[in-house]
């Protein structure tokens, strides 16, 4: 046995239960589920920076694709949340000043300064909020950093988070190491949550699922909530 294998023996043994679905303690958060993860914002960013879009047509189409079997099984997880009475609570990268300056080093750096109003905040049809659900916007990767929602998890008496969006391996990552370290149960769909490669997904999935957070399917999930009266 080497130490690779010795490794995953160990954390074989790490094996959360499912997070609990009782509505009033558990809520639903979707992170970043906006317009800057569609193949058309690459393809407008590549060409931004001289890069021959028609070369890359191939791979931003197999990028497509896969964020999109992503977003249906977020807004799966979204649509049956709502109809448990689970809370959605969204959130996405938006700065607050026009010209984006108070973006955070980190995003600044990667070029994600996005100014109130223009299209990359918008959020994808698949995870648009309804009605008063909560909307927090962020200038940096992780959403306790970025936002006020340890507080305002705490006012609603929430326990318990499932974890859904963008990106595993950044936002996704950091978030559920931060609500695990503050006390909170914390779960992610591991098909409902992705990288910007399916390697990336996996290798970050590794970092956390059951050290951090316990994880299952969407279809986990929705066979659990369909039993809840």
Known sequence: MNLNEFANLYYSNF???????????????????????????????????????DALAPVLDELGAYVDEKLENIGKVLSACRSKGIRPIHVKIESYL?????TGRLH????????PGTPEC????????AGNEIVLKKTCSGIHVGT????????????????????TDQCVSTSV??????GYVTGVVEDAIGAFSP????????????????????????SRLAELK
């Open 108 to 115: 600044a750096a990667a070029g994600l300064k996005y100014p």
């Open 177 to 182: 190491r931060d609500l695990a370290d503050l």
């Open 199 to 222: 390697e990336r997904h996996e290798k970050a999935l590794l970092g956390f699922k059951n050290i951090y957070a316990a994880a299952e399917t969407t279809e986990s999930l929705l």
């Open 148 to 167: 006020p929602i340890d507080r305002i998890l705490r006012n609603l008496g929430i326990k318990n988070v499932i974890i859904v969006g963008f990106y």
């Open 122 to 129: 918008e959020f994808l049809e698949f995870a648009k909020p």
């Open 98 to 102: 026009p010209d984006a300056a108070d």
């Open 15 to 53: 094996v959360y239960p499912p997070v609990p679905l009782d509505p009033k303690e558990t809520a639903l958060v979707l992170i970043d589920v906006q317009d800057c993860l569609t193949k058309d914002y690459y393809e407008k960013f590549f060409k931004m920076i001289g890069q021959d879009v």
